[in-house]
């Protein structure tokens, strides 16, 4: 069964960092990129960050780049999101989800995405 487990979610004041992983499963993780979105009470999922198949190639949000460092490790089959500098706006759940085609890019919108976590809010207070 393919499987992705987000972890690392947590209350942080402004200011502070919290660095999130998403534990995958089931499939040859080395094969896919992944990516990370992000749904906000009342909002619609958003794109924050995702990272290719090798780990070369990463691509963020408008609104999260510089702050946020998206990294993978193949030999752990995990994929990680380092938040920095973390904002009441960033508080949301946040997902990770597997590309539904290997060897793909960053660019990609969310249906093009196949298998998503169960989300690990993240909360950052004022």
């Known amino acids: 069964e393919v499987q992705l487990v987000e972890s690392g979610g947590g209350l942080v004041q402004a200011g502070g960092s919290l660095r999130l992983s998403c534990a995958a499963s089931?499939?040859?993780?080395?094969?896919?990129?992944i990516g990370w979105f992000r749904q906000a009470p009342g909002k619609e999922r958003a794109f924050v960050a995702a990272i290719n198949w090798s780990g070369r190639e990463a691509y963020y949000g408008s609104s999260v780049e510089g702050r946020f460092t998206i990294s993978r490790d193949n030999a752990k089959s995990t994929m990680y999101l380092q938040m920095n500098s973390l904002e009441p706006m960033d508080t949301a759940v946040y997902y990770c989800?597997?590309?539904?085609?290997?060897?793909?890019?960053?660019?990609?919108?969310?249906?093009?995405?196949?298998?998503w976590g169960q989300g690990t809010q993240v909360t950052v207070s004022s």
């Open positions: 989800a597997r590309q539904t085609r290997p060897f793909g890019g960053t660019r990609l919108g969310p249906n093009q995405y196949d298998t």
């Open positions: 089931g499939f040859t993780f080395d094969d896919y990129g």
